[in-house]
């Protein structure tokens, strides 16, 4: 009888280690915490513009873990049962209604799907940036010209108009304060001359005398590989002042310059800037290269980013790249429209580096209430595909606020990107 009992107390020891065993990393826990500031999301009532926002986890196999509605100057927690182990995917929604021209709603859901990610805490801080008002706007005079002024390259400029001996210029301010500068050429001068006007703050009319402004000396040059290698490239230079050095307000070149290989020269004047923004693209075949680059100089030589990839299965249903480049995250693109109940899907899916990269769909679609017909993802297009690398930021969780909102400070942090797109 005793060892009945001695096998018994050992059994029941042995199924208790069982059950701990089993609940090792399945617990309740907080998996993500998501802070949005005033304003996040943007309505206009003027305009019938509604935006609302969602997000949702999802495991390995696509199914549901938990979903919250996110709002303006909230703090969102997702707190569910949850194997510790495992990593699983986040997908943000972004919800925009509108009326067109036709006085129909039109709904855009923006879906933006991240990969394998961790228990994280995003902090979205409210934006520095102003937005402008119809009223805030500078109206520039370049009085005796003696001739006509042309090329101009500026910001947001609404209009250049005069005659041979006066020419206004007319653009918006982008932030307050704001920073304007631009320049062009004159019809009879081989060099160009620019303006420069800082820390302006309301709208105002601005006269200038044409021979009081500067004469742009410095030639900047970039060298490009010989054609047939490149089939278009678009280059745009980006200038900050010293006050405000992450403020590239400064449009100082932007061209096609050429189809096939080219030696560029530029006006530019360096000495005023303190940094530059070059923004490069590049078209091979059916490859596209991008190239955005923030420095104290401009590099006299254009490098093509050593990025590859490769196609396996180009069906929606198993959507597969492989590549052996050295590269930090990938994304893929996806849409779907539907013309008759007036609603679209963009759906873009982010990862981080692997060699082969298969595309995780999320089954969330009959979540996200859309119309009478909830879409299949085998409705979906893929027109794009992207490696990139990025350099500045340091985390996944970096990355993720920087996509999601692109004037956060993580956004700012980041100095270099070059990606490839087919």
């Known amino acids: 009888m005793k060892n009945i009992l001695k096998i018994l107390v050992v059994s029941l020891i042995l199924v208790s280690c069982n059950k701990e065993d089993d609940s090792i990393g399945f617990q309740k826990t907080k998996l993500f915490s998501i802070s949005l500031p005033d304003g996040f999301y943007r309505d206009n009532p003027d305009q019938n513009v509604k935006t609302s926002g969602h997000v949702f986890l999802t495991d390995d196999m696509g199914k549901p873990i938990i979903d919250r509605e996110l709002s303006n100057n909230t703090t969102t927690e997702l707190i569910t049962e949850f194997d510790t182990d495992n990593k699983f995917d986040v997908t943000f929604l972004q919800k925009t209604e509108y009326l067109d021209e036709n006085g129909k709603i039109q709904t855009n859901y923006n879906l933006k799907t991240f990969a394998n990610v961790s228990p994280y805490i995003l902090e979205f801080l409210q934006s520095k940036k102003i937005m402008k008002s119809k009223d805030e706007e500078i109206e520039i005079i370049i009085n005796n010209t003696n001739g006509y002024l042309e090329d101009f390259i500026g910001g947001s400029s609404y209009g250049t108009t005069g005659g041979s001996n006066r020419t206004e210029y007319r653009t918006g301010l982008g932030r307050i304060p704001a920073n304007i500068y631009f320049s062009f050429k004159h019809e009879e001068e081989e060099l160009r001359r620019y303006v420069l006007l800082e820390n302006l703050t309301k709208s105002s009319v601005i006269e200038l005398e044409y021979s009081g402004l500067p004469v742009i000396e410095e030639v900047v040059t970039i060298n490009y590989p010989e054609y047939p290698e490149y089939d278009l490239v678009w280059i745009g230079i980006y200038g900050a002042l010293s006050s405000d050095p992450n403020y590239f307000f400064a449009p100082l070149a932007r061209e096609i310059p050429y189809t096939g290989g080219i030696t560029n020269n530029f006006n530019i004047p360096v ?74 899907v963009n759906w873009s899916f982010y990862g981080q580096s692997q060699n082969n990269i298969k595309l995780t769909k999320p089954n969330i679609l009959n979540l996200l209430d859309i119309g009478n017909t909830t879409p299949s993802f085998n409705d979906f297009k893929i027109p794009s595909t992207s490696l990139k690398n990025v350099e500045g930021i340091n985390s996944y969780k970096d990355y993720i606020i920087s996509v999601i909102d692109p004037n956060s400070k993580e956004a700012k942090q980041i100095i270099k990107q070059e990606s490839i797109s087919k």
């Open 271 to 344: 000495s005023l800037f303190n940094k530059f923004r070059v923004i490069t693209r590049v078209k091979l075949d059916n490859e596209s290269f991008f190239t955005d680059e923030i420095s104290n100089h401009i590099d006299n030589n254009y490098t093509k980013p050593n990025l590859s990839f490769q196609v396996l299965n180009n069906s929606i249903q198993n959507y597969e790249i492989s590549s052996s480049s050295v590269f930090d995250y990938y994304s893929i693109y996806c849409y779907y429209n539907n013309d008759i109940e007036n609603y679209s």
